[in-house]
């Protein structure tokens, strides 16, 4: 069965200081992985797709890379508006093409 | 604004009644996706359509059903509620039935009492 995980659950950081969120996953044949961006009440804001070990990609502060196991969310000199819940999703690249979400790390940026 | 529009924003209903939550997908998007999001569980897969036929299905209860209608919007019906259903509702569209980047709606948050 497909699975994410993610790490840590919770962190806060003074704004400025850079860090990193993890996701590992596992699935049969991945088509491609997810991060997302989500605001309280609100819907998941795509972020970025990867779709092979090696693959990063970059948008203002965030950073995203995968390897074969796991991908890094990078968030450089952040700001409060970055606070959000980041979510991992993984999609296989066979059968039916669902998100399979991790639980999310909740990220506050203090000023 | 992702384009993705749903109906309504909150719904408070009691147990044993039927709801029906409305999504418009991005204009040329095809597929529709539903998740359900709920404190414990997270954001979990209910149901898929393209261009009006039922292309995959999760976790969804035989309680709930859904369709998309020739203008691509989609309904999904909810009946019988109990206490656990309630939770955030999203729907997501995509171009085709294989395009990876789904984007999705605010959401109808449905409270049971």
């Known amino acids: 069965e497909d699975q994410v995980t993610q790490s840590p659950e919770a962190l806060r950081l003074q704004e400025g200081e850079s860090s990193s969120l993890n996701c590992s996953y596992t699935v049969s044949g991945l088509r491609g992985l997810f991060w997302y961006r989500q605001d309280p009440g609100k819907g998941p804001e795509f972020l970025f797709t990867?779709?092979?070990a090696g693959e990063e990609k970059e948008k203002e502060r965030l950073k995203a890379t995968l390897t074969k196991k796991e991908s890094f969310l990078h968030i450089t000199a952040p700001k409060p508006e970055d606070s959000a819940t980041y979510l991992c999703?993984?999609?296989?690249?066979?059968?039916?093409?669902?998100?399979?979400f991790g639980q999310g790390t909740r990220l506050t940026i203090n000023p | 604004d992702s384009g993705v529009t749903q109906t309504p924003k909150h719904l408070i209903t009691a147990t044993g009644q039927r709801v029906t939550l409305r999504c418009s997908p991005r204009s040329g998007d095809l597929s529709v996706y539903w998740y359900q999001q709920s404190l414990d569980q997270g954001l979990q897969f209910l149901i898929q359509?393209?261009?009006?036929?039922?292309?995959a299905k999760g976790n969804i209860l035989e309680r709930f059903s859904a369709q998309q209608f020739p203008d691509l919007h989609s309904e999904l019906n909810l009946s019988s509620l109990e206490l656990g259903d309630s939770a955030l509702y999203f729907c997501?569209?995509?171009?085709?039935?294989?395009?990876?980047?789904?984007?999705f709606g605010p959401g109808t948050r449905l409270t049971v009492t």
């Open positions: 999703a993984v999609q296989a690249r066979k059968g039916a093409q669902k998100l399979v």
């Open positions: 997501a569209s995509s171009r085709g039935p294989s395009e990876n980047e789904q984007y």
């Open positions: 359509y393209y261009n009006g036929e039922e292309r």
């Open positions: 990867l779709y092979s």
